[in-house]
């Protein structure tokens, strides 16, 4: 039974980072297309705030293994 | 002052490697291994059919039971997911293709001194599992276990086939393996593999401290000298083709190296830039070369930067870095934030406490997780060739598999490719990050 409520832990961690994630996608991909010649500072800003929150989806994954 | 970076670069990966010895110690705990039909990811499936059916035809003669009489279960189904485990933890032999090559083993033994010898002792087969104990150690897959009863011959003993094996038990609701092995008509139990906690959380705790050099170690070392001579072939041709534009090696590690400089290092690091660029391109390049080399196929398949002792050590470090050069002004935003009501401090002040532990914390799951997901992922789609196939049983089934998971599996690494640089670049945007939050001087 712990299995499978790790299991549902995990899928809820992944969804709320994919959709923190693709928030940020979207709205750098906006960016870009109004300013393109800042691509390079949206591009690694996007990537470290992508890191950020995939950081608290994987604590919560691996959490959910130790569970 | 290239020469002077590049090997500030090295001593400190050097030092990083040193505290990073306790590979497989720390990996942490997994559960109900089936004993038999686990391939190994390097192994030409070719191989391992013929293998599965010998098994299979072993069986039908009448079963696989030891001299204790235990009998082992080869038809137990394939379960990837154990499987994919065992495959990305850390071993203490090296495996190129279906070859596995010794590794020197260095065991403390509390109160009998330090033990050291080659893992080739224990005459390992396919699985990594050895047919001989040495002085009271065993192998199985491809790690090695401690039999901690002095009673046990020392010096090397043969076992019959198949005396080294797992057992399933259940502590307090979770499923645990328990490696046992048969030796004079008796059972004797192994250790227990250490897991991150000291065993404080039900987990297990060797009887031995692990000095070995595993399979981690080694690729370790060896990316260490491979970056060194890269880096020192760099560093020559900068002074011998000064004024020059740069060429071959040159030429490729420039952008990479100037890439880092200019968006990691001077936008998060301020003035200070040139302080922390050393420890920056450090640890930036030694985990991409970590993360490159695990990529190669029947290579070892290496999965240094996915062993939590690993980034464990890489994410202490950028906590030591950035704590001993944090200025008065993030100490004082961490302990009593200025410019926020008094009760608003009470609650902020544990939360930035915890921050600090988190940071690392963080730094070190995400490095982790995201190499580990991808070697198991790899791993898995290998694995649905034995699922498909069950177990070389249904050899079309297999061979569509086959086709199917390697489609898959070329995918997934491409993918694993961008993942490797785009994890070192990471972890060192956020250790600049860190860092330059610590050292920025107020404008309020």
Known sequence: MTGTLAAIGAGLAVLGAGIGIGNIGSKAMEAIARQPEAVGDIRSNMILMAALIEGAALIAIILSFFG | ?444
């Not at chain 2, 030891?66 to 154990?82: E, K, L, Q, R």
């Not at chain 2, 070859?99 to 224990?122: D, R």
């Not at chain 2, 490095?367 to 249904?394: D, Y």
């Not at chain 2, 050899?395 to 599996?409: Q, W």
């Open chain 2, 1 to 444: 002052m290239h020469r002077i970076i590049l090997s500030a670069i090295f001593t400190m990966a050097i030092l990083i490697s040193g505290f990073a010895f306790q590979g497989h110690d720390h990996n942490h705990d997994h559960h109900d291994h089936d004993h038999g039909h686990d391939n190994k990811a390097t192994h030409q499936p070719d191989k391992h059919n013929s293998h599965k059916e010998n098994t299979h035809d072993s069986h039908a003669q009448g079963g696989h039971a030891n001299a204790c009489g235990v009998s082992i279960d080869h038809d137990a189904p394939f379960n990837p997911g154990t499987s994919a485990f065992h495959h990305i933890s850390d071993q203490n032999i090296y495996s190129i293709g279906p070859w596995s090559f010794p590794l020197p083993c260095m065991f403390y033994e509390h109160g009998n001194g330090l033990k050291m010898f080659s893992s080739g002792k224990f005459n390992t087969d396919a699985h990594g599992t050895g047919s001989n104990a040495y002085d009271g150690f065993v192998l199985f897959e491809g790690l090695a276990r401690r039999i901690n009863d002095a009673s046990f011959p020392k010096g090397l003993v043969n076992l019959d086939k198949n005396s080294v094996f797992s057992e399933k038990i259940i502590v307090k609701g979770k499923n645990r393996e328990k490696v046992k092995v048969c030796y004079n008509g008796k059972l004797w139990d192994a250790d227990d593999r250490s897991t991150l906690d000291g065993g404080m959380l039900g987990g297990g705790k060797t009887s031995f401290t692990d000095f070995s050099i595993t399979k981690n170690v080694l690729t370790m070392i060896l990316m260490l000298l491979f970056g060194f001579f890269l880096f020192r072939k760099v560093s020559n041709a900068y002074v011998a083709r000064e004024g020059m534009a740069p060429s071959g090696l040159q030429g490729f590690i420039e952008p990479i190296f100037i890439f880092i400089q200019d968006e990691v290092c001077k936008p998060f690091l301020g003035n200070k830039w040139e302080r922390y660029q050393p420890f920056i391109m450090s640890l930036f390049f030694f985990i991409l070369f970590l993360n490159l080399f695990g990529q190669i196929p029947f290579f070892g398949g290496s999965n240094v930067t996915g062993a939590l002792s690993v980034t464990l050590v890489l994410a202490l470090f950028t906590a030591l870095v950035v704590n001993f050069s944090g200025n008065k002004h993030y100490w004082e935003h961490i302990f009593w934030m200025p410019g926020v009501p008094a009760w608003v401090k009470v609650i902020l002040t544990p939360v930035e406490m915890m921050g600090v532990i988190i940071k690392p914390l963080t730094l070190m799951l995400r490095l982790f997780g995201n190499i580990t997901a991808g070697h198991m992922v790899i791993s898995i789609f290998i694995g649905l060739i034995f699922v498909f196939g069950k177990s070389g049983q249904n050899v079309p089934a297999s061979i569509g598999a086959a086709v199917g998971s390697t489609v898959l599996s070329m995918f997934m690494m491409a993918i694993e490719l961008v993942v490797a640089f785009i994890q070192a670049f990471v972890f060192s945007i956020l250790t600049a990050s860190y860092i330059g939050a610590a050292i920025e001087e107020p404008h309020h």
